[in-house]
C-alpha cells in the first residue's frame, strides 16, 4: 500500500498535469481567435484589393476563383471554372509570349505579372495580369498553381490616351512656327519640334531626349551661334544658366548669323521648363527701320530754325526738339510728359493755355508774340504760330507749336529805331552845322576881307598907323579859328576813313599836361577861371601819339573852360588805375548836361542848345575826335556829368602802354 508521502507525490504531478492540460487548452483557444483574426482580416484585404484569388489544378484548369473577379472584371467565376488560360486568353495573338508562359508553367516555374487579354462574349477586351506558384504534396507531386490576378484594362486605356495625346502633342508643338522644346524636372530634355533642332545649326544632328539643358547651352557655344558669348564663355553659361533656373520675363538675343530670337522659359506643374524661342528677326528689321527713320525724323526736326512742340488736348508735351529746349532753356530737363505751368511761371503759362484753348477751339491757326523769361533769368521774346493737330478723321486731338526766336528781329528792329533817331539827329546836327559854319565861316572871312581892304585902300592914311596892328590881330585870329575848324573837319574825317596814323613814343606825360595848362592858362584868367592839375610825382611814361594826347588835353580843357561860368574851377589830373591803365581826367565846375545831351556831344556835330553854349563858337567836332583818338590807343573815354554843378570826363589809356613795360609798336588807324 501506498505510502502518504507517495500518494502526496502523486497527487502533485497530477496536480501539474491539470495545469499543464489547462495552459495548453488556453493557447489553443488563443491561437483559435488568432486565427479567427487572421482569416477576417485576410478577408478583409480580399475584399479591399483590386486583385482576385485563383488555382489551377494539376491539368492546368481553373479549380476555384474569388469573387473578386466578377467584382473588377464583371466576369462570373462560373464562366472561367475548368478552362485553361489559353481558353479565356484566345483573344491575345502574341504567340511568343504565350509560348514563354507555357514553358515556365510546364517547368513548374513560379512566374510574374504575366499580361494577356481577355476576349469577352461580347467583344469587350480586357487586360489582365495574373502571378502564381506551383503546389506540390508532401512527396512533391504537381497538383497545380495558385496566384492572384489584376485588371489592368483602365490602366492600358489611360496609357493608350496618354500615348495618343503625346502623339497629338508632338504633331501639334511640330507645327508651331516657333522652336519648342519641354525639359523635365531634372533639367533634361523630354519633347521638341525639328523649329528647334534647327536653333542648333551645325550641332542638330546631335539633339536628343534625354540631353541636359546645360549641354545644350554649351553645344551653342561650340558652335559659335551666341555673339554675346564669344570671348566670354564660361561667364556667358552662368549668366544663362541664372536666368534658365530662375525664368523672369522673356529676353531676345542676336545669333550668328545675323537673325534675332525671342526666349521664353515656363516652369511646369511638375518642376520642369517650357521653352519657345521665337523668330523675331523681321520686327527686329523693322523695329530698326522704324528707329533709323525716328532718329533721322528727329534729327531734322532738331536742325529745324525753329523751336517745334506737340501736345495734346490737355496741353501735355508730347514732343520737344533741340530748338525748343535751347529756346527756353530747358536743357536736360525732360518735358515729355510735363505742361507749360511745370517750366514757366503762371502768367505765361495761363497765356499759353489760354492760346491753346482758342485752336482746340477753332480749329484755326494763331499767331502770337511771347516773352518769357527763361530758367537762366533771361529774356526771351517769340513769335509763336499755334495748329491744329487732327486724326483721321479731321477731329483735333492736339495742337502744334511753332516758337521762332524774334529776339535778334526785335533788337534790329531796335537798332533801326535807334539809328533813324540818330540819323535824324545827324541830320539835325548837320543842318545846324550848316547854319552855324555858315555864320563860323563868314564872320571871321568878313573880318579878314573887311580888314585887309581898309588896311589896302590906306583908309586910315599910310599902313604905319598903330589902328592898322589891331586889325592885323583880328586877321591873324579869324585865320586861327577858320584853320581849327577846318583842321577839326579834316581831323575828324581822316580818322572816320581809317586814314589817320599815329606816331608813338615814350612821353612824359606830365610835361604835356604842364605844356597844355600855358596854352590855355590866358583864356582861363579870361574868363575868370581857376585852373589846376594833380600829378603824381612817379607817374611813369606813356607809349602813345604825343600829337594826338596833346590834342586829347586841349579839346577837353578847351570845352571845360568854355562851358564854365566866371569863379569856377578846372581841373587836370592823371593817376594809375587798379587795373594798371592810366586815367587823364578833366573836372569843371560849369553848367554841366543831361544824360540826352551827353548823347548828343558825343555825335559829330552834336551841339546842345542854351543860352551859354550859343555864346561861344564851336563846330561840335571836339569831343567825338577825342573820343576817337582815345580809341585809337586801345583806350576809351568816359562822360559824367550833372546839369549845374559840372562835367568829369575820363580819357583812359590801356595798362599795355604803360611804362617801360609798353608793348604797343608803331601802327595806324
Not at 552662368?238 to 520675363?249: G, K, S, T, V
Request: charged residues 25%.
Amino acid at each position: 500500500m501506498p505510502t502518504k508521502a507517495e500518494l502526496a507525490a502523486e497527487l502533485a504531478r497530477l496536480q501539474r498535469r491539470v495545469e499543464e492540460v489547462e495552459r495548453l487548452e488556453a493557447e489553443r483557444a488563443q491561437t483559435a481567435a488568432a486565427l479567427q483574426e487572421s482569416e477576417a482580416r485576410l478577408r478583409d484585404f480580399a475584399a479591399a484589393a483590386s486583385d482576385w484569388f485563383w488555382e489551377m489544378d494539376s491539368e492546368l484548369r481553373f479549380s476555384s476563383i474569388s469573387e473578386r473577379l466578377r467584382e473588377v472584371t464583371g466576369v462570373q467565376p462560373a464562366a472561367v471554372i475548368g478552362k485553361t488560360r489559353q481558353e479565356i486568353g484566345a483573344g491575345d495573338t502574341d504567340a511568343d509570349k504565350w509560348q514563354a508562359h507555357l514553358a515556365d508553367i510546364q517547368a513548374y516555374r513560379p512566374f510574374r505579372d504575366f499580361r494577356y487579354i481577355y476576349a469577352a462574349p461580347n467583344g469587350d477586351r480586357q487586360y489582365w495580369s495574373i502571378s502564381g506558384v506551383p503546389l506540390f504534396d508532401e512527396f512533391g507531386s504537381f497538383l497545380g498553381y495558385r496566384g492572384t490576378g489584376r485588371n489592368l484594362t483602365d490602366e492600358y486605356r489611360a496609357r493608350r490616351m496618354a500615348f495618343e495625346a503625346q502623339d497629338l502633342l508632338l504633331q501639334a508643338i511640330e507645327h508651331f512656327s516657333s522652336a519648342v522644346a519641354l525639359f523635365d524636372s531634372e533639367d533634361r530634355l523630354l519633347l521638341f519640334n525639328d523649329s528647334y533642332v534647327q536653333t542648333f545649326g551645325p550641332g542638330a544632328d546631335t539633339i536628343g531626349p534625354g540631353m541636359s539643358f546645360e549641354d545644350l547651352v554649351r553645344l551653342q557655344l561650340k558652335h559659335g551661334l551666341i555673339p554675346a558669348a564669344f570671348g566670354r564663355e564660361e561667364e556667358w553659361i552662368l549668366e544663362r544658366m541664372a536666368r534658365h533656373r530662375n525664368p523672369i520675363e522673356e529676353f531676345e538675343t542676336e545669333r550668328a548669323d545675323g537673325t534675332w530670337v525671342r526666349v521664353r522659359e515656363e516652369r511646369t506643374a511638375n518642376g520642369g521648363m517650357f521653352l519657345t524661342v521665337t523668330d523675331i528677326t523681321e520686327t527686329k528689321t523693322i523695329e530698326r527701320a522704324e528707329r533709323e527713320l525716328r532718329e533721322r525724323l528727329r534729327a531734322v526736326i532738331d536742325h529745324l530754325p525753329a523751336g517745334l512742340v506737340l501736345k495734346d488736348e490737355h496741353g501735355v508735351h508730347l514732343l520737344a526738339n533741340q530748338q525748343l529746349m535751347e529756346l527756353y532753356g530747358l536743357q536736360g530737363r525732360d518735358v515729355i510728359g510735363t505742361t507749360a505751368r511745370d517750366h514757366f511761371p503762371p502768367d505765361v503759362a495761363e497765356t499759353v493755355a489760354a492760346h491753346d484753348r482758342i485752336v482746340l477751339r477753332t480749329g484755326i491757326p494763331m499767331e502770337a508774340e511771347m516773352e518769357v523769361l527763361r530758367l537762366d533769368g533771361e529774356k526771351v521774346s517769340c513769335m509763336v504760330t499755334r495748329f491744329p493737330v487732327l486724326d483721321s478723321a479731321g477731329r483735333v486731338i492736339g495742337i502744334g507749336g511753332i516758337h521762332m526766336n524774334i529776339g535778334e528781329i526785335k533788337e534790329k528792329e531796335q537798332q533801326l529805331r535807334v539809328a533813324r533817331d540818330e540819323a535824324e539827329r545827324a541830320n539835325h546836327a548837320k543842318s545846324a552845322f550848316l547854319a552855324n559854319m555858315s555864320h563860323e565861316l563868314r564872320t571871321p572871312l568878313n573880318a579878314i576881307i573887311g580888314f585887309s581892304e581898309i588896311m589896302e585902300q590906306g583908309l586910315f592914311g599910310p599902313l604905319g598907323n598903330p589902328q592898322y596892328r589891331g586889325y592885323a590881330e583880328d586877321i591873324r585870329r579869324s585865320a586861327s579859328h577858320l584853320l581849327s575848324i577846318i583842321s577839326d573837319i579834316l581831323d575828324l574825317s581822316k580818322i572816320e576813313a581809317g586814314r589817320m596814323e599815329l606816331h608813338e613814343e615814350m612821353i612824359d606825360l606830365a610835361q604835356v599836361v604842364n605844356s597844355c595848362r600855358t596854352i590855355v592858362k590866358e583864356s582861363a584868367v579870361n574868363e575868370g577861371l581857376a585852373l589846376s592839375a594833380l600829378l603824381p610825382k612817379d607817374l611813369p611814361p606813356l607809349y602813345a601819339d604825343k600829337r594826338s594826347v596833346r590834342q586829347i588835353l586841349l579839346n577837353l580843357l578847351s570845352n571845360a573852360i568854355k562851358f564854365t561860368p566866371s569863379g569856377g574851377r578846372v581841373m587836370v589830373e592823371a593817376k594809375l588805375e587798379s587795373s594798371g591803365g592810366l586815367a587823364l581826367v578833366v573836372r569843371d565846375t560849369g553848367i554841366g548836361m543831361s544824360g540826352e545831351d551827353i548823347e548828343i556831344v558825343l555825335q559829330p556835330f552834336g551841339q546842345v542848345e542854351s543860352a551859354h553854349t550859343r555864346s561861344h563858337d564851336g563846330t561840335g567836332l571836339g569831343l567825338p575826335i577825342t573820343k576817337s583818338l582815345a580809341e585809337m590807343h586801345g583806350g576809351s573815354m568816359t562822360v559824367e556829368s550833372e546839369v549845374g554843378k559840372g562835367t568829369v570826363i575820363t580819357v583812359r589809356f590801356p595798362a599795355a602802354r604803360i611804362g617801360s613795360s609798353a608793348i604797343f609798336g608803331r601802327r595806324s588807324a
